[in-house]
């Protein structure tokens, strides 16, 4: 059974030089861990996105807890270029290992079976396969004919870092149809969560909350975090503050800019945690 | 009837998806999206309807798998058009979403590949759009690969470039001869023009063809029912795209 802690509790066993996925800004971003992150200054992090990083990225990189990042791209979406990470690429400050999509969910996936790689097609021809020395084509050993497909090493995160709407008391998680974080919960070693609420219920009693959850084999600790994806939406339960995302795209293209937005939200938001 | 160009755009795209049956949209892709939201209802009472399915947002978004659906569902073949964008775009129709200058530590870094590495060889149908017609966008050569726009033999490809629109002109892909062929021009341009802005040479018929503009009912269809369509997905976008709909 998982562990219900605070959120400075859960994100301190983060250890530095941690491998970590992080869902899209589409899905439920785990904001408060991140910022907890920040705040505790957990550094060397290896950071992979499935499949793509925004705020959540540009703000771990702008912080320096960053060593490397692996994502199909990083963007702040209709808020424009993620620019700590711009910056950072361009002095060469983080490891970018560039990605596409797919191959993420796959090499995710390969975790999640426990097996060492998966093949994936497409990407042959592309600077994508060239600058991936980890990554191999060999011939389809199935048919006769030349057919060559790539093979993805699996990703195998120690952390997967998550936010839901939900948890009951046994530590299931309720996360709807995101499932991309099942699947970066399964590939994961331990997967760490926090959540809207808590309920005094169990979400795999009925057929219907169940086919939404991950049950908590996978969950090694859970936070409570109010409004935990903010500034970016918990899509079906709050929206985005798009007030805040755009003075946030706007102040760090300077680092002095991002500095100062950080240390505003960390004491304004975060002082007492 | 008069248009702006967003709805030009719109309609040029919507026209190069006949014959489409299955249109996927990706992230960021506003005009895209209501080119096919506005097939889709242009042949909602034939026998064969467009299927439009929409990442980014809850709505026109049929998938129920998380991230990995769309291109699970590209692997098997069940959709035939797809777009892309591209920060930089070559004559071979190879696509640039990383950036410019030499990999890794790029002059200019821009977002990443996305899914384009995948998607350009798995799905039939892939419609380059790219507003800015510039020779900065429209070189000899992309700086960084993320997706190639042919391949060798022995490399299993479904699919790859079928046409390039920009606020210019629609350009179509021959994959055999690897090189885009010009086939029609926006009223507002002519040939010389789009000659000195492409950086890459291409094949044009004698006498260009102009764009067909789109006429009064899909203009009306465009502004009274897509656009609240699409606005579910683009909000932002919906309420300036639409602005001059009067």
Redesign the interface.
Known sequence: MPLFLKLNQLVEKIEAGSLVVLPPDYSYVPMASVFSLIKQSIKGLHIVFAPIGGLAADLLIGSGCVKSVEAGAITLGEFGVAPRFTEAVVSGSIEIKDSTCPAIHTALQAAEKGVPFMPLRGLIGSDVLKNRPDWKIIENPFVDKEDKIVLLPSIKPDIALIHAPLADQYGNIWIGKRRELLTMAHAAETTFVTVERIQNRNLLANEQSAAGTIPEIYIGGIALAETGSWPLALPGYYEEDTISLSEYANVAQTREGFDKWVQIVLKTKFDEI | MKYNQQELLISVIADLLKGSQHVAVG??SPIPGSAALLVREETSRTDKPLRVSM????ANNP??????EL?DCA?QGRIDTFFLGGVQIDGNANIN???TGK????????????????????VPRVIIFRPEHTKRVLVPKVD?????G???????RNGGPYALVTQLCVMHFDRKRSRFRLTSVHPHSNIEEIKDNTGFKFDHPDLVPKTVVPNEGRLLLLRKTISKEIAKTYP?FAKDAFKDAT
């Open positions: 992230m960021a990442i980014g947002g809850n998938f129920t798998d998380g991230g990995r291109f692997g979403l990383v950036g990999y890794p530590n790029m002059v200019r870094r821009f977002a990443g590949s996305f899914g384009s590495t995948y998607m350009y060889l798995m960084f690969i993320s997706a190639p042919i391949s060798e033999n022995g490399v299993f932002k």
